[in-house]
């Protein structure tokens, strides 16, 4: 059995997140209640040199001083599709956006669009994965699994101008179209 742990970082724009690690990397951050009532709860942080990382990164995310995250990922329980999504979503810049449709279109599946938005809205890594960054095709703000309100504040923290925390907010500015390198 995979051996889990996790730990609380409060005092975020977003509220208290809950981190969980395994031996391969970061598995979940979680902004629930269901989430912060963290199985495998560990008061020693340091024991677990990942989960300190990742607290710590997150820290200095918030605090404006990291605009990326080196961390081992574990994304043991995604689908390929969903790896590849997680794995492309890492690569978008601290501070801009793509669409889903871009998205699908760099990935060799042009017009799986809403596919690439059920991958994004199932990430188990928000904020490490910046799921955050992708919004509708027509510069609108779209949806985010741990509500809009928070989509805001991180696209904020990242310099982007957003109109509110409504699904047909425009943000500015507009979106960058891919390839992104």
């Given at each position: 059995?995979t051996?889990?742990v996790?730990a609380l970082?409060e005092?975020?724009?977003?509220?208290t997140l809950a981190?969980w690690t395994t031996?391969?990397?970061v598995?979940?951050?979680?902004?629930?209640?269901?989430d912060?009532?963290?199985p495998?709860?560990?008061?020693?942080?340091?024991?677990?040199?990942?989960?300190a990382?990742?607290?710590q990164q997150?820290?200095?995310?918030f605090?404006?001083?990291?605009r990326a995250?080196?961390?081992p990922l574990?994304l043991?329980?995604?689908t390929?599709?969903?790896?590849?999504?997680?794995t492309?979503?890492t690569?978008?810049?601290?501070?801009?956006?793509?669409?889903?449709?871009?998205?699908?279109?760099?990935?060799?599946?042009p017009g799986?669009?809403?596919?690439?938005?059920?991958?994004?809205g199932?990430n188990?890594?928000?904020?490490l994965?910046?799921?955050?960054?992708?919004?509708r095709?027509d510069?609108?703000?779209?949806?985010?699994?741990?509500?809009?309100?928070?989509?805001?504040?991180?696209?904020?923290?990242?310099?982007?101008?957003?109109?509110?925390?409504?699904?047909?907010?425009?943000?500015?500015?507009?979106?960058?179209?891919l390839p992104?390198q």
């Amino acid at each position: 059995m995979t051996q889990v742990v996790s730990a609380l970082l409060e005092g975020t724009p977003l509220g208290t997140l809950a981190v969980w690690t395994t031996p391969m990397g970061v598995r979940r951050v979680g902004f629930d209640a269901d989430d912060l009532s963290m199985p495998h709860h560990t008061d020693d942080v340091a024991a677990h040199p990942t989960l300190a990382r990742a607290l710590q990164q997150l820290r200095e995310y918030f605090e404006g001083s990291r605009r990326a995250f080196d961390l081992p990922l574990d994304l043991s329980g995604a689908t390929d599709f969903q790896r590849r999504i997680y794995t492309r979503l890492t690569e978008i810049p601290f501070g801009r956006t793509v669409s889903y449709g871009d998205l699908a279109d760099e990935l060799g599946d042009p017009g799986a669009a809403r596919a690439v938005g059920q991958a994004v809205g199932s990430n188990p890594l928000p904020v490490l994965v910046p799921c955050h960054r992708v919004v509708r095709s027509d510069g609108r703000l779209g949806g985010y699994s741990g509500g809009l309100n928070r989509k805001v504040r991180l696209l904020r923290l990242e310099g982007l101008e957003v109109e509110g925390p409504r699904p047909t907010s425009r943000i500015y500015p507009d979106v960058l179209r891919l390839p992104l390198q």
